[in-house]
């Protein structure tokens, strides 16, 4: 399993240039692990912006790819969705205790995880955040990443109808968390359309994205993975 922190985030270094934070230097980021690696073979698996990034990959790697699972994302996201993710990258934070962290965290996205309580939020909070130099609780990802999502061009020019009609006879599992306002069923339902053989998936009562822990997403990927290993998918 190769899990990446993409560059800006993580224990992955800040760019000089935040204009580099950009699909089209993740996915060249993405190509030199994969090189490095040594991987023939390999099944994408992203969330959201990976989500994305596991689409655009097949410009340069479908040959090696032997599936892909779309977390919550495909060609089209909705317009509202969109909005709130643009007001959120970014967005900054500063704690004095990981409770309070995830108290804050809790509030922000109470929509996402309505179910959730403080032992869910902590966890959540680990995962994005680290203790800085003042021993303070803050974001672990670089604040300027935020810069050239928020451009009004974006990702211009990437036809991501096209990316997933490429997808044609490779095992593809869409997770749609039922939540969501970035990846309507609407959508889904369009992309099983374009590829009928495409397994797609509702995540009941989360939103945008799942975690891929809950049991429903959690069986569906184990299948998934499990035929595309026996050659069945």
Same mark, same amino acid.
């Given at each position: 399993?190769?899990?990446?922190?993409?560059?800006?985030?993580?224990?992955?270094?800040?760019?000089?240039?935040?204009?580099?934070?950009?699909?089209?230097?993740?996915?060249?980021?993405?190509?030199?692990?994969?090189?490095?690696?040594?991987?023939?073979?390999?099944?994408?698996?992203?969330?959201?912006?990976?989500?994305?990034?596991?689409?655009?990959?097949?410009?340069?790697?479908?040959?090696?790819?032997?599936?892909?699972?779309?977390?919550?994302?495909?060609?089209?996201?909705?317009?509202?969705?969109?909005?709130?993710?643009?007001?959120?990258?970014?967005?900054?934070?500063?704690?004095?205790?990981?409770?309070?962290?995830?108290?804050?965290?809790?509030?922000?996205?109470?929509?996402?995880?309505?179910?959730?309580?403080?032992?869910?939020?902590?966890?959540?909070?680990?995962?994005?955040?680290?203790?800085?130099?003042?021993? $303070?609780?803050i974001f672990d990802?670089?604040?300027?990443?935020?810069?050239?999502?928020?451009?009004?061009?974006?990702?211009?020019?990437?036809?991501?109808?096209?990316?997933?009609?490429s997808f044609k006879?490779?095992?593809?599992?869409?997770?749609?968390?039922?939540?969501?306002?970035?990846?309507?069923?609407?959508?889904?339902?369009?992309?099983?359309?374009?590829?009928p053989g495409v397994?797609?998936?509702?995540?009941?009562?989360?939103?945008?994205?799942?975690?891929?822990?809950?049991?429903?997403?959690?069986?569906?990927?184990?299948?998934?993975?499990?035929?595309?290993? $026996?050659?069945?998918?």
């Amino acid at each position: 399993l190769i899990a990446p922190d993409l560059r800006g985030r993580g224990e992955s270094g800040w760019a000089r240039d935040s204009l580099t934070y950009l699909s089209l230097t993740y996915l060249r980021d993405l190509s030199l692990v994969l090189d490095a690696a040594g991987v023939d073979r390999f099944v994408a698996i992203g969330a959201s912006m990976g989500g994305l990034l596991a689409l655009r990959m097949t410009t340069a790697h479908r040959a090696r790819m032997d599936g892909v699972v779309l977390n919550d994302i495909g060609p089209a996201i909705e317009p509202a969705g969109l909005k709130r993710l643009q007001a959120n990258v970014g967005r900054g934070g500063n704690w004095m205790t990981w409770v309070h962290a995830a108290r804050e965290l809790g509030v922000r996205n109470a929509a996402i995880h309505p179910d959730w309580g403080l032992h869910q939020w902590l966890a959540f909070a680990k995962r994005l955040c680290r203790v800085g130099p003042q021993g $303070r609780i803050i974001f672990d990802y670089d604040p300027r990443i935020a810069e050239p999502f928020r451009l009004p061009h974006g990702d211009a020019g990437a036809d991501d109808w096209a990316a997933f009609d490429s997808f044609k006879g490779l095992p593809v599992l869409s997770l749609r968390a039922e939540l969501s306002d970035v990846f309507s069923a609407a959508t889904q339902a369009q992309m099983q359309r374009r590829l009928p053989g495409v397994t797609a998936v509702t995540v009941p009562g989360v939103g945008h994205a799942p975690t891929l822990m809950e049991p429903v997403a959690a069986a569906a990927l184990r299948v998934f993975l499990d035929d595309i290993k $026996r050659g069945e998918a």
